[in-house]
């Protein structure tokens, strides 16, 4: 089956983020497909490269790079949402004369058109996070 | 990939709580621009983002109610809201911006049931 998952809250401010993330690697496990996690209101902040939590806590941001690359999942955080949050791509970094991106490996920062796309091609859509 | 599905946002929170309210119209928006069903639910707390006469200005807050006018626009003609929600609140129908249909709660479940997909906002 397609899930097509959207996160709305924080790492470490609700169950949301761990939530989806188990979910997401029990489908994967299972032989489900994730067409796409779209990242929305609150949830753009899993997006944080510079996110540095203790050695022995689990690391949420690094977790979402780390699944990206080794499943090839699209993470896709709303640019809008994103923007007014103070997350920006480095074309937009670049764009408004900010120092760098502080996005984090295997996210992009894109419209919610791509939300619409993901709800059309998924069998199911899931929301996390409220 | 399905072309066209039908979608059912439900709106349950205040407008003027937080930004979720106005990110919530942002999808909406962009979801009915993309040429998809779209029909909203108003529950809860959500019923208040249809109040008239909200004065947002005073705390720095952006008119939303003026959007809800512009669905028309985007073809979203329906807009539900749930009679319990309403009456629990002390809102009368007629102190609503536009005219909504209503629904009750012991049907809100029927009305998800038809939907391709339901979005909680």
């Known amino acids: ?130 | 990939m399905p072309v066209r599905k039908s979608f059912l946002f439900i709106l349950r929170r205040p407008p003027h709580g937080g930004i979720h309210a106005q990110e919530a119209l942002d999808i909406i928006l962009t979801t009915a621009a993309f040429d998809q069903t779209v029909r909203l639910l108003f529950i809860d707390d959500g019923v208040f983002q249809l109040q008239r006469d909200q004065r947002p200005e005073t705390i720095d807050f952006k008119h939303i109610a003026p959007i809800f006018g512009a669905l028309e626009l985007y073809d979203i003609e329906e807009l539900w809201v749930e009679e319990e929600s309403l009456r629990e609140r002390g809102i009368k129908v007629e102190r609503l911006i536009m005219p909504v249909r209503l629904v009750a709660r012991c049907d809100l479940a029927a009305l998800m049931e038809v939907q391709d997909v339901v979005v909680s906002c």
């Open chain 1, 1 to 130: 089956m397609k899930f097509a998952i959207q996160i709305n809250s924080a790492p470490y401010q609700t169950q949301g983020s761990d939530t989806a993330f188990q979910f997401i690697r029990a489908a994967l496990r299972n032989g489900h497909e994730i067409v796409r996690v779209f990242f929305y209101h609150e949830g753009v902040y899993n997006g944080l490269g510079y996110a540095m939590p203790p050695d022995d806590e689990r690391p949420v941001v690094k977790r979402w790079s780390d699944l990206a690359r080794e499943h090839g999942i699209d993470l896709v955080i709303c640019i809008s949402a994103a923007q007014r949050r103070g997350l920006l791509s480095r074309e937009e970094a670049v764009r408004v004369g900010k120092a760098d991106t502080d996005l984090a490996e295997g996210f992009r920062i894109a419209g919610l058109g791509l939300w619409v796309e993901a709800c059309l091609n998924a069998d199911r859509f899931l929301i996390f996070g409220g």
